[in-house]
């Protein structure tokens, strides 16, 4: 957390470097699947392996989708930037050296913009820039290190913020609004659990008007509720050390999140160690003035630009906002069924009450809810045809069938009856077998209602129209009828 005057007298400077994997079919330089969880070094070829004289070949697919991430936080794109070998020896990368992009990336500036609770400023970021993936070693299987190269070559993009965060909860705010942005993006599935969206963390303290202290990486923070607590425990090792006279060490530690504490793993390299020298097997990566323009046009409207839209244009709360826009396919989900029932309050509770507690972890192809169908179903829970139970009902059994929900309506005999012979018949018996609810009622007290209405719709199946038995009940009350 940043530092309260009153108990400290540091300040703590983050920036973040965030591994996004691009949501492409194949890796960056070879055709092998990007593809997780298939079993280990099964989707390698002589390029991701790293063979002698294998050539890589640039996915266009990945430079469209890192043109898109740079569009979407608001960077210059460099129209012809270059890749650039980065030289490093672990068991994980197979050449010894990982292709990356250093001198000219293919997008600087933009940012990233906190809510409105932390602030609302904007966190600049530094650079975004193309890059392989390394493989994965794996430590805890036994006394030897294993490696699985399936990862090795999968497309990334890194995004280096400028050291402008202060705190731990600004860092989880500036890592979800970039998560959403790039999910809004199409960019990447952003799942930290597969590992398409990792992060390395830059921490040091120093005293304000001061120059920044010395920096430390944090490493293996594979949830944002890892990066705040990480945050928390390095800041508060640090203080301790400068506290006391001590020097803090520029290094690499890792984060154990049983012990909830970092740890050494080892000394930082500074970039001259990497020596990065243009990568000779590929050309400038050059992008036509038409492909920017095309992808800036079809970037959906932001995330945040949305929400402020629905709250100013259709009455919505900032609550209902931030649920329905979770994730870009619930926000279009709302946004067309909205617009075609012409009812966007409506639409926005179903889908914030019955929609999401069916979802579950369906997708919402998997419910059989298209933004047509909903939006007629919400049509005749409003219009009366259908009750409540009824509409749950029938979007249940969306998932079932190809029928409208008002075919489904008419097959189940779900309408709610209006047709007082019926209701009549229904709420005569109703009072006849509570003669106490009844007295009540006639008595004065509006409550005991509720018990006659509930015996109408347990009579009716639940197809009695509420408010019409409501009325119906009263009268016959009032009447003595």
Same mark, same amino acid.
């Given at each position: 957390?940043?530092?309260?005057? $009153?108990?400290?007298?540091?300040?703590?400077?983050?920036?973040?470097?965030?591994?996004?994997?691009?949501?492409?079919?194949?890796?960056?330089?070879?055709?092998?699947?990007?593809?997780?969880?298939?079993?280990?070094?099964?989707?390698?070829?002589?390029?991701?392996?790293?063979?002698?004289?294998?050539?890589?070949?640039?996915?266009?697919?990945?430079?469209?989708?890192?043109?898109?991430?740079?569009?979407?936080?608001?960077?210059?794109?460099?129209?012809?930037?270059?890749?650039?070998?980065? %030289?490093?020896?672990?068991?994980?990368?197979?050449?010894?050296?990982?292709?990356?992009?250093?001198?000219?990336?293919?997008?600087?500036?933009?940012?990233?913009?906190?809510?409105?609770?932390?602030?609302?400023? =904007?966190?600049?970021?530094?650079?975004?820039?193309?890059?392989?993936?390394?493989?994965?070693?794996?430590?805890?299987?036994?006394?030897? =290190?294993?490696?699985?190269?399936?990862?090795?070559? !999968?497309?990334?993009?890194?995004?280096?913020? +400028?050291?402008?965060?202060?705190?731990?909860?600004?860092?989880?705010?500036?890592?979800?609004?970039? *998560?959403?942005?790039?999910?809004?993006?199409?960019?990447?599935?952003?799942?930290?659990? *597969? @590992?398409?969206?990792?992060?390395?963390?830059?921490?040091?303290?120093?005293?304000?008007?001061?120059?920044?202290?010395?920096?430390?990486?944090?490493?293996?923070?594979?949830?944002? #509720? %890892?990066?705040? $607590?990480?945050?928390?425990?390095?800041?508060?090792?640090?203080?301790?050390?400068?506290?006391?006279?001590?020097?803090?060490?520029?290094?690499?530690?890792?984060?154990?999140?049983?012990?909830?504490?970092?740890?050494?793993?080892?000394?930082?390299?500074?970039? +001259?160690?990497?020596?990065?020298?243009?990568?000779?097997?590929?050309?400038? !990566? !050059?992008? $036509?003035?038409? +492909?920017?323009?095309?992808?800036?046009?079809?970037?959906?409207?932001?995330?945040?630009?949305?929400?402020?839209?629905?709250?100013?244009?259709?009455? /919505?709360?900032?609550?209902?906002?931030?649920? /329905?826009?979770?994730?870009?396919?619930?926000?279009?989900?709302?946004?067309?069924?909205?617009?075609?029932?012409?009812?966007?309050?409506?639409?926005? &509770?179903?889908?914030?009450?019955?929609? /999401?507690?069916?979802?579950?972890?369906?997708?919402?192809?998997?419910?059989?809810?298209?933004?047509?169908?909903?939006? +007629?179903?919400? @049509?005749?829970?409003?219009?009366?045809?259908?009750? #409540?139970?009824?509409?749950?009902? !029938?979007?249940?059994?969306?998932? =079932?069938?190809?029928?409208?929900?008002?075919?489904?309506?008419?097959?189940?005999?779900?309408?709610?009856?209006?047709?007082?012979?019926?209701?009549?018949?229904?709420?005569?018996?109703?009072?006849?077998? &509570?003669?106490? $609810?009844?007295?009540?009622? #006639?008595?004065?007290?509006?409550?005991?209602?509720?018990?006659?209405?509930?015996?109408?719709?347990?009579?009716?199946?639940?197809?009695?129209?509420?408010?019409? =038995?409501?009325?119906?009940?009263?009268?016959?009350?009032?009447?003595?009828?």
């Amino acid at each position: 957390m940043s530092p309260s005057p $009153a108990t400290s007298v540091w300040s703590t400077v983050i920036g973040l470097e965030v591994h996004c994997q691009l949501a492409t079919r194949t890796k960056l330089f070879c055709g092998c699947a990007n593809a997780f969880g298939a079993a280990p070094n099964t989707l390698t070829c002589p390029v991701c392996a790293g063979a002698p004289g294998a050539l890589p070949v640039l996915n266009r697919e990945a430079v469209r989708l890192a043109l898109r991430a740079g569009l979407a936080l608001g960077c210059a794109i460099d129209r012809a930037s270059r890749f650039d070998r980065k %030289n490093y020896f672990y068991c994980d990368l197979p050449k010894g050296f990982q292709i990356t992009q250093y001198a000219r990336p293919i997008a600087v500036g933009g940012g990233v913009a906190l809510p409105a609770e932390l602030g609302g400023r =904007t966190i600049r970021l530094k650079r975004i820039h193309m890059e392989e993936d390394a493989g994965k070693a794996i430590h805890d299987r036994g006394p030897h =290190t294993r490696v699985d190269l399936n990862r090795a070559g !999968v497309p990334l993009i890194e995004i280096v913020s +400028e050291p402008e965060l202060a705190s731990a909860a600004e860092a989880q705010a500036y890592l979800a609004a970039l *998560k959403e942005t790039l999910q809004y993006a199409g960019v990447s599935e952003c799942d930290m659990e *597969k @590992g398409s969206l990792r992060c390395d963390v830059n921490v040091s303290l120093h005293r304000p008007g001061t120059p920044l202290g010395t920096r430390v990486e944090l490493k293996n923070l594979n949830s944002f #509720k %890892n990066v705040g $607590a990480a945050l928390e425990h390095e800041r508060a090792r640090q203080e301790r050390l400068l506290g006391a006279g001590e020097r803090v060490r520029q290094e690499t530690r890792l984060f154990d999140a049983e012990r909830g504490e970092t740890r050494p793993m080892r000394s930082k390299e500074d970039e +001259e160690d990497y020596r990065y020298f243009p990568e000779p097997d590929l050309p400038l !990566v !050059v992008l $036509a003035p038409a +492909e920017l323009e095309r992808e800036r046009a079809d970037l959906a409207e932001a995330p945040a630009a949305r929400r402020a839209r629905w709250q100013r244009e259709l009455g /919505l709360s900032a609550y209902d906002a931030g649920v /329905l826009s979770a994730s870009r396919e619930l926000a279009d989900l709302f946004e067309e069924s909205a617009r075609l029932s012409a009812r966007p309050k409506e639409t926005a &509770n179903w889908i914030a009450n019955d929609v /999401l507690a069916e979802l579950g972890a369906r997708s919402l192809a998997e419910l059989g809810l298209t933004p047509a169908r909903l939006a +007629e179903l919400v @049509g005749l829970a409003a219009d009366g045809t259908l009750s #409540k139970a009824g509409a749950r009902e !029938v979007l249940r059994a969306l998932s =079932t069938t190809a029928e409208s929900p008002r075919a489904l309506v008419e097959r189940l005999g779900l309408a709610q009856v209006a047709d007082d012979g019926a209701l009549l018949d229904w709420c005569r018996a109703a009072i006849a077998g &509570n003669a106490r $609810a009844a007295g009540a009622v #006639k008595a004065g007290e509006e409550k005991a209602l509720g018990a006659l209405v509930g015996a109408v719709m347990k009579a009716s199946g639940g197809r009695a129209h509420p408010q019409r =038995t409501r009325e119906m009940l009263a009268r016959l009350i009032r009447e003595g009828t």
